[in-house]
C-alpha cells in the first residue's frame, strides 16, 4: 500500500488537525518522498514512518508540534536540514538502518536545540573511531545516542513510562472509593445497633446480664478450684 492511501485510512473520517499520533510504517512511497502529509497535521506529536522506501525528507511538510519522529529502516543519506526548518521541537529521532556515512551529515541537527534523544543503529557512520565522543561533542544537546548517555547510562524506557501512565488513568483515583466504602459500612452497622436497640434502658440492662453470666461463670470456676484443692490436701 503506499503512503498517502495509508495515511488516508489512518485518519478514519478524522480531520489532519485531529491527529497526534501517525503510523505508517511498510507503506510504499513511489519516488522516495514523504507522500501524503500536508501542513494540516497541525497537531501532531508522534510520526512513524519506518521501512517505507524514504531517500528525501524535502517534501516534509511544517509540523511545529512533532517531538518524536520514527525514520528507520529507509534510505536517508542526508537532506536532514529540512528536520529543523519543518520540525523545529523534535526531542526524539530514530535514523537507525539508514546511509548516513560522515558526520558531517549530521551537522544540520545542530538547530533542533530541543534534541534530547538520537539513534543512529546500523549506519555506517557508528563505525567511525570515537564515533559517540565525536557525536555528543558535534550535538552537545543530545543527552542519549544510540540508547546511552556519555557515561553509559541507559535511557529510560518511554514506553514503559507511557503504559503506566495509562495503568494509572485506567485504575482511576485511590482512596477516595476506599473511604467512602468504610463511611457506608459504618452507617450500615450504626443502622443495624440502633435497630436492635432502639432503647438505651434494654441495652444497658443486656449489657448487665452479660456482665452477670460472666461474673457467675467466674465464681463456679473459682469455687470448683477450691474444692479441687480440698481433694488434694485431704489426700
Do not use: H, W
Request: proline share 3%; glycine share 6%.
Amino acid at each position: 500500500m503506499d503512503m498517502k492511501k495509508r495515511i488516508t485510512l489512518e485518519l478514519r473520517n478524522r480531520s489532519p488537525a485531529e491527529i497526534v499520533e501517525l503510523v505508517v510504517d511498510n507503506s510504499r512511497s513511489a519516488d522516495g518522498e514523504v507522500e501524503g502529509l500536508t501542513d494540516e497535521f497541525t497537531e501532531l506529536e508522534f510520526l512513524s514512518v519506518v521501512n517505507v522506501g524514504l531517500s528525501s525528507l524535502a517534501k516534509l511538510p511544517s509540523l511545529p508540534k512533532l517531538r518524536k519522529l520514527e525514520l528507520s529502516d529507509n534510505n536517508l543519506s542526508g537532506s536532514l536540514e529540512t528536520l529543523a526548518q519543518k520540525c523545529p521541537n523534535l526531542t526524539y529521532l530514530n535514523l537507525s538502518g539508514n546511509k548516513i556515512k560522515e558526520l558531517s551529515t549530521l551537522e544540520a541537527l545542530q538547530n533542533l536545540k530541543s534534541l534530547q534523544s538520537l539513534d543512529l543503529f546500523n549506519c555506517e557512520i557508528t563505525s567511525l573511531e570515537d564515533y559517540r565522543e565525536s557525536v555528543f561533542e558535534l550535538l552537545p544537546q543530545v543527552t542519549y545516542l544510540d540508547g546511552f548517555d556519555q557515561e553509559d547510562n541507559e535511557a529510560p524506557d518511554s514506553e514503559a513510562d507511557d503504559e503506566d501512565e495509562d495503568g494509572e488513568d485506567r485504575a482511576g483515583p485511590t482512596g477516595d472509593y476506599g473511604e467512602e466504602d468504610d463511611e457506608e459500612e459504618d452507617e450500615d452497622g450504626s443502622e443495624g445497633r440502633e435497630e436492635d436497640y432502639e432503647d438505651e434502658d434494654d441495652y444497658a440492662e443486656e449489657e448487665e446480664e452479660k456482665e452477670g453470666v460472666k461474673g457467675e461463670k467466674r465464681k463456679r470456676d473459682v469455687d470448683d478450684e477450691g474444692e479441687e484443692d480440698d481433694e488434694d490436701e485431704d489426700n
